[in-house]
């Protein structure tokens, strides 16, 4: 019994000690999120807008979300989608792209 045990624990461990590495490169939606909110409070500090806001985050791929960023400037409200992606299975952080250019409008040049 005591052998079966000590298999059962090894067997566990080696599962443990795998299942972190497996999904490791896979693009959580909360840190999609924060990176997200990370960049919108970034850019309201450079070009001096207010209410920064990611109103919603949809997984494109296991390693992409498409966040809908937004900011006020000069009471005009102005949004545009935030592609936030892996690009290759090493990286730890994940990349930011701007896709439109409503946000370009309100002062905001990359």
Do not use: W
């Not at 924060?34 to 960049?39: E, I, K, L, P, S």
């Not at 409200?77 to 309100?106: E, K, M, W």
Request: aromatic share 4%; charged share 25%.
């Amino acid at each position: 019994m005591s052998k079966r045990i000590a298999l059962l624990a090894i067997a566990l461990s080696a599962l443990l000690a795998v299942a972190p590495t497996a999904s490791a490169h896979v693009l959580g939606k909360g840190t999609a999120e924060q990176q997200a909110q990370r960049f919108i409070r970034v850019l309201k500090n450079q070009i001096g807008g207010k209410r920064p806001s990611v109103d919603s985050c949809r997984r494109t791929s296991r390693h992409r979300f498409i966040c809908r960023v937004s900011l006020t400037r000069n009471g005009r409200r102005c949004s545009d989608p935030l592609a936030v992606f892996y690009t290759s299975h090493r990286d730890r952080q994940p990349n930011l792209r701007l896709r439109g250019t409503r946000i370009a409008l309100c002062g905001y040049e990359p």
